[in-house]
């Protein structure tokens, strides 16, 4: 984010058509408000996909009625079961890019990423030239919020170490679920084709980064925990992150020979 200013950010921010992911299951409380505020910046190119799992809470049918109120800056993917982040997050993706996005962001519905830095994550994709840029909370002026509990600060700071040891990946949030992704790059890791079901995820697309020789830079977030709904991160899904990164380690994904390495405008 070196030499980024804020009118640099905005300017970024507007000449990129922006699309926003965000999966949910059971989020009917926190997606109106992460709605409102998407819409809320300073560009009329960015849009909101909203990737619903069947929620039983009625989210799929709230996102139906936000998308028919905002002259079509946001839509609905409705997905018949709940098969997991990762799924969801793929089929966002692979949508976004369908509908002509220069830049895809993901994000949580839950409230825990901010808004406030897609415009310098945005800005910042650009200025470097990178593939992805990564909302990080363990760079300098990144973190968390101090509610965030103990066990789950031990389990995602543990978690990171872990992936970047196995793996050997220099990103310093490897698990990072906020993310802005040149819309080029995106289709050279092939988010549709991920081993992933949960959170790891994010993981496999990090280290198909590196795989790819593709560039990432990291921006300072701070994430807080969510002020409303349940967190989804079941026994089952840590027990596929504990298990992913070795994995890929025997994995034989390549990118593409026809693949070219973006060089964001």
Request: overall charge positive.
């Given at each position: 984010?070196?030499?980024?200013?804020?009118?640099?950010?905005?300017?970024?921010?507007?000449?990129?058509?922006?699309?926003?992911?965000?999966?949910?299951?059971?989020?009917?409380?926190?997606?109106?408000?992460?709605?409102?505020?998407?819409?809320?910046?300073?560009?009329?190119?960015?849009?909101?996909?909203?990737?619903?799992?069947?929620?039983?809470?009625?989210?799929?049918?709230?996102?139906?009625?936000?998308?028919?109120?905002?002259?079509?800056?946001?839509?609905?993917?409705?997905?018949?079961?709940?098969?997991?982040?990762?799924?969801?997050?793929?089929?966002?993706?692979?949508?976004?890019?369908?509908?002509?996005?220069?830049?895809?962001?993901?994000?949580?519905?839950?409230?825990?990423?901010?808004?406030?830095?897609?415009?310098?994550?945005?800005?910042?994709?650009?200025?470097?030239?990178?593939?992805?840029?990564?909302?990080?909370?363990?760079?300098?002026?990144?973190?968390?919020?101090?509610?965030?509990?103990?066990?789950?600060?031990?389990?995602?700071?543990?978690?990171?170490?872990?992936?970047?040891?196995?793996?050997?990946?220099?990103?310093?949030?490897?698990?990072?679920?906020?993310?802005?992704?040149?819309?080029?790059?995106?289709?050279?890791?092939?988010?549709?084709?991920?081993?992933?079901?949960?959170?790891?995820?994010?993981?496999?697309?990090?280290?198909?980064?590196?795989?790819?020789?593709l560039t990432s830079v990291e921006v300072p977030i701070h994430f807080v925990d969510r002020t409303e709904g349940r967190s989804k991160m079941s026994l089952g899904v840590q027990l596929e992150s504990l298990m992913m990164p070795w994995r890929l380690r025997r994995s034989s994904w390549r990118a593409r020979p026809s693949a070219v390495v973006p060089r964001a405008a």
């Amino acid at each position: 984010m070196n030499g980024i200013n804020g009118t640099n950010a905005s300017s970024a921010l507007a000449r990129r058509r922006v699309v926003v992911v965000v999966p949910t299951y059971n989020e009917r409380e926190s997606l109106p408000v992460l709605v409102r505020k998407l819409l809320a910046l300073p560009t009329a190119r960015l849009s909101v996909l909203v990737v619903d799992d069947n929620s039983p809470d009625g989210t799929g049918a709230l996102a139906d009625e936000l998308a028919r109120f905002t002259d079509g800056r946001v839509s609905v993917l409705h997905r018949r079961v709940k098969e997991g982040l990762g799924r969801a997050y793929a089929a966002g993706m692979t949508r976004a890019l369908e509908m002509g996005a220069d830049v895809v962001i993901q994000m949580d519905a839950d409230g825990s990423h901010p808004v406030s830095a897609i415009e310098p994550m945005v800005a910042a994709l650009t200025a470097n030239h990178a593939a992805v840029a990564v909302g990080s909370r363990y760079v300098e002026g990144g973190g968390v919020d101090a509610a965030w509990p103990w066990h789950r600060r031990l389990l995602s700071s543990g978690a990171n170490a872990y992936v970047r040891g196995v793996l050997g990946l220099t990103v310093h949030d490897a698990t990072a679920g906020f993310k802005a992704w040149d819309a080029r790059a995106l289709q050279i890791v092939e988010p549709d084709t991920v081993l992933s079901n949960g959170y790891s995820f994010q993981v496999e697309l990090a280290h198909r980064v590196v795989t790819a020789g593709l560039t990432s830079v990291e921006v300072p977030i701070h994430f807080v925990d969510r002020t409303e709904g349940r967190s989804k991160m079941s026994l089952g899904v840590q027990l596929e992150s504990l298990m992913m990164p070795w994995r890929l380690r025997r994995s034989s994904w390549r990118a593409r020979p026809s693949a070219v390495v973006p060089r964001a405008a």
